[in-house]
């Protein structure tokens, strides 16, 4: 249908034919105003219809925004007087498309552009195998972690994603290996050890009194930040970290905790009269030691889900992926 073959009412267009001004009528001009001010603050101008969104579906938005409900030739006057074109979706009149690019706030997350890893998988989204279903499943994950860099963040938000199945963390796997060449850091039975250590004869373990030397030019210590628990002997560790000196490191998990569910856990040990310590996990050169951190927090994260209560948190290091995801609500547009 062209377009001077319909005339705008109040529920959309309608046919010149059937119009009927008893029946049908105008747009509400405080509506279109509201419209027109949701328009102007998220929408800009492009060349081509943008189908992803009728009239109607725009309309909803409207509403969502404003808390008030507005008619659907409302959204499309105010469109149509801002200088927006309209189009006919396959023959649809009531609810027609416009050439508008909208920059929606819930949509945020699909202008994060992904660096490393991610860039590399969603170039692989057109593959019928495991690798490619990965791929189309992260694309479309608001929640995806498109800028982390290390192998253990996309991991374990696998593994804390609800529904995330062993196949896409084979899927992972896999992917890791044929992007970098290289086999994700994974822990060992001799790692798996050297962790329980940390919940029955821990070899080295230190508080904010303690002197410890720093480490040697070129060498880190990998640490881990402990909870000692008041009901039963065993401690439990809740964060995996690198340091060049440990009891200055201590110090500052203590005064500036960082994140608050680190907060409220360092204000709940003092409620307990617990005292936050550090165990040192080993010396390790510098150019291997974000490689290990990566296997050890792995390690220490399946320990802990294994033998926790289900509902207990596990690592700190988990709740710091949040920090790839609050790109996402900081763009400004």
Known sequence: MKQNDVILAANGFVS????????HKKPNKEQIELCAG??????KKQKNAN?????????????????????NGAFIKAAIDLGYK??????????????????????????????????WLFGEINRNDKVGRLAQDAFSDNEWP?????YVAFRLYLDRKAGASKEFIEALDEAWYQCFQEE??????????????????????????????????????????????????????RYVGVTSNPIKRLKRHIVCPGNIEKVIWT???????????????????????????????LSFYEIEKRHRRPYSPVLFNVLSLQKYRDVI????Y
């Open 329 to 332: 609500t900081n763009l400004n």
């Open 51 to 71: 189908f992803d969104y009728s009239s109607y579906g725009l309309k909803h938005k409207v509403e969502k925004w404003c808390g008030i409900y507005v008619t």
């Open 184 to 237: 994700p850091p994974y822990p060992n039975e001799e790692i798996e050890n050297k962790c329980y250590e940390f919940y029955s004869e821990t070899k080295i373990i230190l508080d904010s009194n303690t002197p410890f030397k720093c480490a040697p030019k070129n060498m880190k210590y990998l640490y881990v930040l402990l909870e000692p628990e008041s009901d039963e002997s065993l401690e439990r560790v």
């Open 86 to 119: 309209y189009f006919f979706d396959n023959g649809v009149v009531t609810n027609p498309v416009f050439n508008i690019n909208l920059k929606l706030p819930e949509d945020n997350w699909k202008r994060v552009r992904p660096i490393g890893f991610s860039k």
């Open 16 to 23: 010149k034919f059937e119009y009927d001004p008893k029946v």
């Open 38 to 43: 949701w328009i102007r603050k998220f929408g």
């Open 267 to 297: 204000g709940d040990l003092l409620r307990r009269g617990l005292t936050l310590c550090m165990g040192i996990v080993g010396l390790f050169d510098e150019k291997e030691i974000n490689y290990i951190e990566q296997i050890y927090i």
């Open 146 to 150: 498109r800028r982390a860099g290390q």
